[in-house]
């Protein structure tokens, strides 16, 4: 009887841990809020099955492996497995740290950004309760095994939810990875391109005047040296949220509302620097003339290589080509391949901390991948990119040359940048290696600076790159004239119509259109 009553217990153990261990996963799929029905993809049939049997299999294999190291009675696999456990434990820790919005940096200056006397005794403190712990580790295992099996009721709640979503869901739409739009569109046209590069947290300041010794941008720098460069553009708003709509709209937007039908915008003042007061109603930023509209209109192909925003769902009828990405750690519950690779997905959300550098690394490549191939395309005319870099987490080891998930050093941002210019530079080389640079114009520029900065011990500035690069030209022009970024929709829609030419006649467009000088 007892020894029943013990693999009972076990097995409620092992169901508990790993819904625990998922938590992510079911966040997404069974307590989407209004935002995230417009950030995440559709989900369907297949995600809540897939979630379902990883509940299931992760059960089972939980429960063989408990029930194998008790047989054994080994002390180097007890602990090993107990290790395991405790590690797989973070992750509900971490969601909850995040449903409090504290960031690991907050977290860490929580207990340490103290006077240094205060440091040593909060350090001291916790070394002792380890110290504590480690003694009578078998009392904390026994304390942590007890605690999530009383939270084994909840795994029954998300099995019923998931089987009942499985059987009422509808087949996703495929508004994830690569699609082609619907736009009966003449392509091909031979004429001049249009490439708009948008870095996602690309700063202004570090990137160039303030740059590290340590760090080089040769491709940046190359850049500068043959086009328009500005030095006082103002970010079209401190977050991607507002940022990006404030661009494609051409518009100052100081008030964006994501909810299961879309985006409603509200527009604010139109001067840098002033407080962004929202005036006037709200409009839906899918259905009011912006950029992709406007060049539609023109009879141009447009590819579109983006995360965040939904870019496919939203514009995929006016765009020839389409890859959106969900910002993780969101993207994974969407793969691109089939049923079995977002079984996988799932499953590698389970990983802690790493498993979210993991899927930045591969969004990175993905979307990277994508852009390369269309920007070298003859038959597309414009390719509008919004890049997951620099942004976090900051997975580019520059010693190395290559991505990593381990790279948690104090200046990772700035390798981050590293990885923007030599990332701009693979994209030059595929424009010129089919010949087609010198027919297209290239604006590289970001929706905001770097929002962390002050955190990291340096200092905020609303100031975002601007490098403007006219088809047929590499004159240099350095303009240093205040003015708001997203101005870059309508410049670039001069640029389209020929109207302007040259980086002067950029900064003649800019000093006639700036609101702050009219």
Same mark, same amino acid.
């Given at each position: 009887?007892?020894?029943?009553?013990?693999?009972?217990?076990?097995?409620?153990?092992?169901?508990?841990?790993?819904?625990?261990?998922?938590?992510?996963?079911?966040?997404?799929?069974?307590?989407?809020?209004?935002?995230?029905?417009?950030?995440?993809?559709?989900?369907?049939?297949?995600?809540?099955?897939?979630?379902?049997?990883?509940?299931?299999?992760?059960?089972?294999?939980?429960?063989?492996?408990?029930?194998?190291?008790?047989?054994?009675?080994?002390?180097?696999?007890?602990?090993?497995?107990?290790?395991?456990?405790?590690?797989?434990?973070?992750?509900?820790? +971490?969601?909850?740290?995040?449903?409090?919005?504290?960031?690991?940096? +907050?977290?860490?200056?929580?207990?340490?950004?103290?006077?240094?006397?205060?440091?040593?005794?909060?350090?001291?403190?916790?070394?002792?309760?380890?110290?504590?712990? &480690?003694?009578?580790?078998?009392?904390?295992?026994?304390?942590?095994?007890?605690?999530?099996?009383?939270?084994?009721?909840?795994?029954?709640?998300?099995?019923?939810?998931?089987?009942?979503?499985?059987?009422?869901?509808?087949?996703?739409?495929?508004?994830?990875?690569?699609?082609?739009?619907?736009?009966?569109?003449?392509?091909?046209?031979?004429?001049?391109?249009?490439?708009?590069?948008?870095?996602?947290?690309?700063?202004?300041?570090?990137?160039?005047?303030?740059?590290?010794?340590?760090?080089?941008?040769? +491709?940046?720098?190359?850049?500068?040296?043959?086009?328009?460069?500005?030095?006082?553009?103002?970010?079209?708003?401190?977050?991607?949220?507002?940022?990006?709509?404030? &661009?494609?709209?051409?518009?100052?937007?100081?008030?964006?509302?994501?909810?299961?039908?879309?985006?409603?915008?509200?527009?604010?003042?139109?001067?840098?620097?002033?407080? +962004?007061?929202?005036?006037?109603?709200?409009?839906?930023?899918?259905?009011?003339?912006?950029?992709?509209?406007?060049?539609?209109?023109?009879?141009?192909?447009?590819?579109?290589?983006?995360?965040?925003?939904?870019?496919?769902?939203?514009?995929?009828?006016?765009?020839?080509?389409?890859?959106?990405?969900?910002?993780?750690?969101?993207?994974?519950?969407?793969?691109?391949?089939?049923?079995?690779?977002?079984?996988?997905?799932?499953?590698?959300?389970?990983?802690?901390?790493?498993?979210?550098?993991?899927?930045?690394?591969?969004?990175?490549?993905?979307?990277?991948?994508?852009?390369?191939?269309?920007?070298?395309?003859?038959?597309?005319?414009?390719?509008?990119?919004?890049?997951?870099?620099?942004?976090?987490?900051?997975?580019?080891?520059?010693?190395?040359?290559?991505?990593?998930?381990?790279?948690?050093?104090?200046?990772?941002?700035?390798?981050?940048?590293? &990885?923007?210019?030599?990332?701009?530079?693979?994209?030059?080389?595929?424009?010129?290696?089919?010949?087609?640079?010198?027919?297209?114009?290239?604006?590289?520029?970001?929706?905001?600076?770097?929002?962390?900065?002050?955190?990291?011990?340096?200092?905020?500035?609303?100031?975002?790159?601007?490098?403007?690069?006219?088809?047929?030209?590499?004159?240099?022009?350095?303009?240093?004239?205040?003015?708001?970024?997203?101005?870059?929709?309508?410049?670039? &829609?001069?640029?389209?119509?020929?109207?302007?030419?040259?980086?002067?006649?950029?900064?003649?467009?800019?000093?006639?259109?700036?609101?702050?000088?009219?």
């Amino acid at each position: 009887m007892e020894e029943r009553r013990a693999r009972w217990l076990d097995l409620a153990f092992a169901a508990s841990l790993v819904n625990l261990a998922t938590i992510n996963a079911w966040a997404l799929l069974l307590h989407e809020s209004d935002a995230d029905r417009y950030y995440l993809p559709r989900y369907g049939r297949e995600d809540y099955v897939a979630a379902l049997l990883l509940l299931l299999g992760g059960t089972l294999v939980a429960w063989l492996v408990v029930t194998g190291v008790r047989r054994i009675a080994s002390r180097w696999l007890t602990a090993v497995a107990t290790a395991a456990a405790l590690l797989l434990l973070v992750n509900p820790v +971490e969601y909850l740290r995040e449903s409090l919005d504290v960031t690991r940096l +907050e977290a860490f200056q929580f207990l340490f950004g103290h006077a240094p006397l205060m440091n040593v005794a909060v350090g001291g403190a916790l070394a002792v309760a380890a110290a504590i712990a &480690l003694r009578f580790r078998r009392s904390v295992v026994r304390v942590a095994f007890v605690a999530v099996t009383i939270l084994a009721p909840l795994v029954l709640v998300n099995a019923a939810q998931l089987a009942y979503a499985a059987l009422t869901a509808d087949a996703p739409r495929s508004d994830f990875g690569h699609q082609g739009g619907g736009a009966p569109v003449a392509v091909g046209s031979g004429g001049p391109r249009l490439v708009w590069i948008v870095f996602d947290e690309l700063d202004y300041r570090l990137s160039f005047p303030d740059r590290p010794a340590s760090i080089a941008l040769p +491709e940046l720098d190359r850049l500068r040296s043959e086009a328009f460069f500005a030095t006082h553009a103002h970010e079209a708003g401190a977050s991607t949220l507002r940022s990006l709509p404030s &661009l494609l709209l051409g518009l100052p937007v100081a008030a964006a509302r994501p909810g299961p039908e879309g985006l409603a915008v509200t527009l604010g003042s139109p001067i840098p620097g002033e407080e +962004e007061v929202p005036q006037g109603p709200a409009f839906d930023f899918a259905t009011a003339p912006g950029f992709f509209s406007e060049v539609a209109a023109r009879g141009l192909g447009t590819a579109v290589v983006g995360l965040y925003h939904p870019y496919c769902r939203t514009f995929g009828e006016l765009l020839r080509r389409c890859h959106w990405e969900p910002f993780v750690p969101a993207g994974s519950l969407r793969s691109p391949g089939g049923f079995a690779d977002t079984l996988a997905s799932q499953a590698y959300k389970a990983l802690p901390v790493l498993a979210y550098r993991g899927e930045h690394i591969a969004s990175i490549r993905r979307t990277l991948a994508a852009a390369t191939e269309w920007v070298a395309d003859p038959n597309l005319d414009v390719v509008f990119l919004h890049l997951p870099i620099p942004h976090s987490p900051h997975v580019y080891d520059q010693r190395r040359g290559r991505m990593t998930r381990f790279n948690f050093r104090k200046g990772a941002y700035y390798e981050q940048l590293v &990885l923007t210019d030599r990332s701009f530079g693979r994209l030059r080389r595929a424009m010129e290696a089919v010949g087609i640079w010198e027919r297209t114009s290239v604006l590289v520029t970001s929706d905001h600076g770097w929002r962390f900065a002050e955190k990291h011990g340096t200092r905020r500035d609303p100031r975002v790159p601007f490098l403007l690069k006219l088809a047929g030209h590499s004159e240099p022009v350095r303009y240093d004239h205040p003015f708001p970024g997203w101005l870059a929709k309508d410049l670039l &829609l001069a640029v389209v119509d020929g109207k302007v030419r040259t980086a002067a006649a950029a900064a003649h467009w800019l000093d006639d259109a700036t609101p702050s000088r009219n």
